[in-house]
């Protein structure tokens, strides 16, 4: 086998369905397929055939989007024997040995990578940049293509969102929800940690790469401290910690479709959970209820086939669930006749609900990296350069389930709030209580990372190259989600809102300067580390420009179908604390979208999360008829 790049590995091993748990070098056999369906195997063809019978395509509940929080909802609803579930989902099952394989499965910009890709529009307070923006298109969405960090966010994210005024939703009432979903290997003694769950995740308490020890001795001297745990409620709302990986204990990637979709317990199901792939849902279908309307069922199409002009429905007995995430629900919603009234009209759409909160305030973490370069063998690029290498790590991985395809791009990661950096970059906090972290007040608005790779989009020198990526966690810009066209086919328009509220260079300005002042301690300590792309000093002038020239999205979109009380006023909302949809019966939505607000945090564990508190919620509602 001659293989000179990762994407050369990719290639070859893309094909290959997933290895048998006890015979590495065996990987087709023992195997079984996937069961899933058609679009024409769980609908029925539009106009709808009345000598068809309605219970052929009728279902207790529809999930439209098998991503992040489609597929926990699915698992949850289906173990009731009771209740039919049908899972729609726009991208393939595409379940292959190298879609496990943490460091290729994060490649994505490989040729046969699961993640979509599109530019937003220009963002005028960005120098008009636009920046690519990313989600997964497969059964597991964006946990087939992430980093695979597990970070729930403080105390104070939560009570923050119960502060708002939705109840039920503060750390206290969600923290059991993030518990039952999960099964930790590194931290199975603590009490606020899940151990029984089907979702795995472990630690990576050593580094591959060598600056980084250099980097938590910096760290250090400015008073910010290791903590085992950074998901423990104790946090303090400043610290540094080892992070949790969404690996299982073959060093799989464990995305959501594996931990609760895997093809064992949908065949075991398949009699009442129906998995759609490749399809496309058009719309959801809205009939009038008195002063209300009501969700009946979605509208459908295969994505790729010689069959996509063809129509589908599939009707719904209680309730329709959008779990398209951020960018797809209120994309749905709109389609449907559900958003800002003007922008419907605009798109020739029959406005059904003038809901203006759809597709707004969305928040993403901003990210800006000042870029070192490194030993070669001291970087992941080492992989790029070294076919040498790559064998041996291919065969490590193979055979033990370790080595560098087995790690996350990042293993540690430091939580800060800004105001507590002083003008030296030193942690001071007045008193105690500053570190608190379940009080709202106290959330961090930095995460300060360090990273053995490229985050930019220069070229890459002949030489490794390590990150020390800043990111505002707490942005108060927003930005909106909007349909480019009524096709359904056509991705919508995304403003990510970058620095419409300028506030938010505050927390970049002092991370950098953070960076600035690691970067000089780890070459005094004797490690050389080289500047490549940097700030030419630190004024907030130079840094400004620099932000705006070099900013990156973190790809945690939330908050477009946001939960509150109100459709309009001074804080209009999509959702109400159940989950519904305001005015509109039958119809809910479940995923990052519903955010109040962003959490500074990874936003995967925390869409899980609210999937596991939705599975409750609609277990409830049918329970009493409501």
């Known amino acids: 086998m001659a293989v000179e790049t990762v ?15 006890h015979d590495l070098f065996h990987p087709l056999h023992n195997m079984v397929a996937y069961p899933e369906r058609k679009p024409e195997e769980v609908g029925t063809t ?42 729609i989902e726009q991208g393939p099952v595409a379940d292959t040995w190298v879609s496990r394989v943490p460091t290729i499965s994060s490649n994505l910009f490989a040729k046969d990578s699961l993640a979509a890709h599109w530019w937003s529009v220009p963002m005028p307070h960005a120098d008009n940049r636009s920046l690519g923006v990313m989600r997964g298109e497969a059964l597991g969405g964006t946990t087939r293509i992430n980093s695979m960090f597990y970070t729930r966010g403080t105390p104070g994210d939560y009570n923050h969102w119960k502060a708002l005024g939705n109840e039920g939703w503060g750390y206290e009432d969600l923290e059991p929800y993030f518990v039952k979903s999960e099964k ?88 009442r959970l129906k998995i759609c792939t490749d399809t496309l849902v058009t719309r959801v279908e809205l009939i009038p209820e008195g002063e209300e309307v009501r969700a009946t069922g979605v509208h459908f199409e295969a994505t790729n086939s010689r069959k996509a002009w063809k129509r589908y429905f599939a009707k719904v007995r209680k309730e329709v669930v959008l779990c398209g995430g951020a960018l797809g629900s209120p994309q749905v919603l709109m389609l449907s006749g559900l958003g800002p009234k003007e922008h419907l009209e605009s798109k020739g759409i029959a406005v059904i609900r003038d809901l203006p909160a759809v597709g707004s305030y969305l928040q993403d973490h901003i990210g800006v990296p000042l870029t ?24 490590k991985y193979l055979i033990t389930g370790r080595g560098a395809l087995s790690y996350p791009f990042q293993t540690a990661s430091t939580f800060i709030p800004s105001r507590l950096l002083d003008d030296k970059s030193i ?36 030489t490794g190259l390590f990150t020390l990526l800043s990111a505002n966690i707490r942005p108060k810009s927003m930005g909106s989600v909007r349909l480019a066209s009524s096709n359904p086919r056509v991705r919508p328009d995304i403003d990510l809102g970058y620095f419409h509220d300028p506030e938010d260079y505050v927390p970049l300005r002092k991370s950098i300067r953070l960076a600035q002042r690691v970067a000089v301690d780890v070459r005094e300590q004797g490690y050389p580390l080289k500047d490549f792309i940097v700030p030419e000093d630190s004024s907030d002038e130079v840094l400004d420009a620099y932000i705006r020239a070099n900013l ?6 939330t908050s477009t179908c946001r939960m509150g009380a109100e459709t309009h006023g001074a804080r209009p909302s999509v959702v109400d604390t159940q989950l ?28 899980v999360m609210v999937a596991e508190k939705c599975a409750d919620i609609l277990r409830a509602a049918s329970a009493s008829g409501s």
């Open 372 to 395: 070192f370069e490194v030993p070669i063998a001291e970087s992941l690029h080492i992989l790029e350069v070294s076919p040498i290498r790559i064998v041996k790590e291919l065969l």
């Open 552 to 557: 990156r999205t973190c790809f945690h979109y």
């Open 580 to 607: 519904k949809v305001h005015g509109v019966k039958g119809l809910r939505v479940c995923d990052a979208s519903v955010f109040p607000e962003i959490v500074g945090a990874h936003t995967m564990a925390p869409t």
């Open 7 to 21: 994407a050369s590995v990719y290639a070859y091993l893309a094909p290959y369905p997933p290895l048998n748990e």
């Open 46 to 87: 539009v106009p709808v055939d009345p000598q068809v019978a309605p219970e052929t395509y009728t279902y207790d509940y529809i999930i439209v989007g098998g991503g992040t929080a489609g597929c926990v909802l699915a698992s949850r609803l289906s173990e009731d024997p009771n209740v039919s579930v049908l899972l």
């Open 184 to 271: 930790t290997h590194s931290l199975p003694g603590s009490k606020h940690r899940g151990k029984t769950g089907v979702w795995e995740n472990q630690q990576f308490p050593v580094s591959q790469y060598k600056a980084v020890p250099y980097v938590h001795r910096a760290l250090q001297k400015v008073g910010i401290e290791r903590h085992p745990d950074l998901n423990s409620p104790s946090m303090p709302a400043a610290g540094t910690g080892t992070l949790d990986i969404a690996e299982d204990t073959k060093y799989h990637r464990h995305s959501t479709d594996r931990a609760f979709l895997p093809a064992k317990v949908v065949l075991e199901r398949q009699a």
């Open 427 to 462: 942690v001071s906090p007045k008193n105690p209580s500053d570190l608190d972290a379940s009080i709202p007040e106290n959330r961090p608005d930095i995460e300060f990372m360090y990273i053995g790779n490229n985050c930019t989009d220069a070229d890459i020198p002949r």
